[in-house]
């Protein structure tokens, strides 16, 4: 083999079909996702059954949701940070020992501010791993099925809620309010045991990494067996431009300095839409008289349905870009207000808590897998945890400005028809990005081939 060999590793990836170690990196997302699902929104479960028997008021409600959620709105951009410096797989593995360790404490708290103060440690861990995992999956996904790859990996979070509201339901009456905490807190250790040994480290992390050359050849040989890989070959990314260090400006470089903020807010309104439905929707049906354990199942209408709503924008967003992000929040806005119509039955609310959790969850993964392409490699991990972390800090305002307007006495109904106005805003956010989407990818392969 002649030496000046040089090995575009990307286009190695894009070249590959669906293979066994596709599958294996999308499995081992989806199950760690699943558990990330299901803690993110696990307190909404218990918050009926301990307002109960703790006795405190329904404004209270909105820090004790709030308090996980600021956790999970810092935790992205730590562990974002992280992920660019010292790996994919340590930093998801780090992550879910870290928040399964703090939702098991959760089994002992006694008191409100003992919970809200386990929710807060434990969200730094349960929103950091979010953007890592993806990060991860679209560094092994071959371009044409991208935003396929990277839904399929990470929708296990919308499914963790649905399948956590039926458990809760079941359980609960049982086995009381800690089971939903012992659930949720063991399965993440457990998983990080097993990870340890089984989860890959991302491809293109170890192509910027030259000291890892070994590791990275191996997983190439692994991919395209034919190959001989001289000793003295580059190994180099041929789809993006990518620096030898970390650069927080990056975030904003080009095009990125519309797209990246545009994003942040597309972010931040799906989530803020998502904890408010999700977490005030079971309040508002318990405020009518309708049972516990009956109120979860609007929880889990929500998931379920939004897991739908996943599976459903997956392929759309590989073949039309952003435009079904856009379309997605305009038929959320009927969707959500609705909820607060007086005098619909449990079921019909139920139906239209899983309508919107379609389109907000929907939104959601629209926003994961087409911002997981447009960063460059050296950033990925950092920009895409800049983006949830932005919008975990809408799903922190959803619930507490709700609770703060309940205690000023606006009614919740009224909020259901001020959150649906507010998709308006992420329709017209979604239009101005569709083409900004399409030139930013465009202009990440011009910058790795420059015309001669």
């Given at each position: 083999m002649a030496s000046g060999q040089i090995v575009d590793v990307a286009r190695i990836i894009d070249e590959q079909k669906m293979g066994p170690l596709h599958w294996k990196v999308v499995a081992l997302a989806f199950v760690l996702m699943l558990i990330d699902g299901y803690d993110i929104v696990c307190v909404a479960y218990v918050a009926p059954l301990l307002r109960q028997q703790w006795g405190f008021p329904p404004s209270a409600l909105g820090p004790l949701f709030g308090s996980g959620l600021l956790g999970a709105a810092l935790g992205p951009i730590i562990f974002?940070?992280?992920?660019?410096?010292?790996?994919?797989?340590?930093?998801?593995?780090?992550?879910?020992?870290?928040?399964?360790?703090?939702?098991?404490?959760?089994?002992?708290?006694?008191?409100?501010?003992?919970?809200?103060?386990?929710?807060?440690?434990?969200?730094?861990?349960?929103?950091?791993?979010?953007?890592?995992?993806?990060?991860?999956?679209?560094?092994?996904?071959?371009?044409?099925?991208?935003?396929?790859?990277?839904?399929?990996?990470?929708?296990?979070?919308?499914?963790?809620?649905?399948?956590?509201?039926?458990?809760?339901?079941?359980?609960?009456?049982?086995y009381g309010w800690q089971i939903v905490f012992w659930i949720g807190g063991l399965t993440p250790i457990v998983l990080a045991v097993i990870g340890y040994f089984v989860f890959p480290e991302s491809i293109k992390f170890l192509t910027l990494r030259p000291h890892r050359r070994a590791e990275l050849v191996a997983f190439v040989s692994a991919l395209s067996p034919g190959l001989k890989i001289a000793p003295d070959a580059r190994l180099v990314l041929g789809d993006e431009a990518n620096a030898p260090r970390f650069s927080f400006k990056a975030l904003f470089a080009g095009r990125l300095a519309a797209v990246t903020p545009l994003l942040w807010i597309s972010n931040f309104l799906a989530l803020f839409q998502l904890f408010f439905v999700n977490q005030w929707t079971p309040i508002l049906l318990a405020n009518q008289g309708v049972p516990v354990e009956r109120t979860v199942l609007a929880t889990a209408a929500f998931q379920i349905m939004g897991f739908l709503g996943a599976l459903a924008i997956m392929r759309p967003v590989d073949k039309l870009g952003f435009l079904p992000v856009p379309i997605l929040f305009a038929v959320a806005v009927p969707a959500i207000a609705l909820i607060g119509l007086s005098g619909l039955s449990d079921t019909a609310v139920i139906a239209l808590a899983g309508a919107a959790g379609f389109c907000v969850i929907g939104i959601q993964f629209g926003n994961i897998a087409t911002q997981s392409q447009v960063y460059p490699t050296y950033i990925r991990s950092w920009g895409v945890g800049t983006c949830f972390g932005v919008g975990r800090f809408g799903s922190v305002v959803g619930p507490v400005l709700a609770g703060y307007l309940l205690g000023r006495n606006l009614s919740l109904n009224t909020l259901f028809y001020l959150a649906g106005a507010i998709m308006l805003l992420g329709a017209l956010v979604g239009i101005a990005l569709v083409p900004l989407y399409r030139h930013q990818l465009e202009d990440l392969q011009k910058s790795a081939n420059p015309a001669p």
């Open positions: 974002g940070y992280l992920g660019d410096k010292i790996g994919r797989k340590p930093t998801i593995l780090a992550g879910a020992l870290w928040f399964g360790v703090f939702t098991t404490a959760a089994v002992w708290a006694t008191s409100l501010n003992q919970l809200m103060l386990l929710r807060l440690i434990a969200g730094f861990g349960i929103g950091g791993v979010l953007g890592i995992v993806t990060a991860l999956v679209s560094e092994f996904a071959p371009r044409r099925i991208r935003g396929t790859m990277v839904v399929m990996g990470v929708v296990g979070v919308a499914l963790g809620g649905g399948i956590g509201g039926v458990l809760a339901a079941q359980l609960m009456g049982k």
